[in-house]
């Protein structure tokens, strides 16, 4: 995708710890970094507000990594997120990880594709997603220089 095409950025600098003996990320790391960017993703879309307190708990189902080049030491990041489906109990966000360049060109490392299910924390069982969680994350995204057509339905 562009980088037009999220409206959710976010940058940080790669510590040495999360590096290996090879001197690039971790493999495990881009996980670490597409929680990072679903975290602030959805605090920016504030969504735990149209709860109205009501518990919203989320699994993680499937978490997709395609490596596309190297991440170093001490080098920028942005992390851009956006919902791309939404079915009975679940959303499916896609996470891109680029290297932060001065001119701002595209310098993709990594894509991340993660389906997360709303859940019962008593049972760990899926429960059916608030009718609004859709129209929230959909206003959102849409704010994009390009933003989305519409959701899809997982």
Same mark, same amino acid.
């Given at each position: ?6 409206? @959710?950025?976010? $940058?940080? *600098?790669? *510590? /040495? $710890? ?7 990320? @971790? ?11 679903? %975290?602030?993703? /959805? *605090?920016?879309?504030? +969504? ?9 708990? +989320? ?6 990594? %395609? /490596? ?5 030491? &001490? ?7 956006? %919902?791309?489906?939404?079915? *009975?109990? $679940? ?9 932060? %360049?001065?001119?701002?060109?595209? #310098? !993709? ?10 859940? #019962? !924390? ?6 059916? !997603?608030? #009718? /609004?969680?859709?129209?929230? +994350?959909?206003?959102? &995204? ?6 989305? $057509?519409? !959701?899809?339905?997982?």
């Amino acid at each position: 995708m562009a980088r037009g095409d999220f409206a @959710f950025h976010h $940058s940080f *600098r790669v *510590r /040495w $710890s999360e590096t290996d003996a090879q001197g690039v990320v @971790f493999n495990a790391r881009y996980l670490d970094y597409a929680d990072v960017a679903v %975290t602030e993703y /959805w *605090r920016a879309v504030q +969504f735990r507000k149209y709860a109205d307190g009501a518990p919203m708990e +989320f699994h993680v189902k499937k978490a997709t990594v %395609t /490596w596309f080049a190297p991440i170093k030491p &001490d080098e920028m990041i942005e992390v851009m997120a956006r %919902t791309i489906a939404t079915g *009975r109990t $679940s959303m499916t966000q896609i996470v891109e990880i680029h290297g932060l %360049t001065e001119d701002g060109s595209d #310098d !993709l490392r990594a894509t991340v594709d993660l389906v997360s299910v709303h859940v #019962d !924390l008593d049972t760990h069982r899926p429960i059916p !997603l608030p #009718d /609004w969680v859709k129209d929230v +994350f959909t206003a959102f &995204d849409s704010q994009a220089a390009n933003p989305p $057509s519409a !959701l899809a339905e997982a």
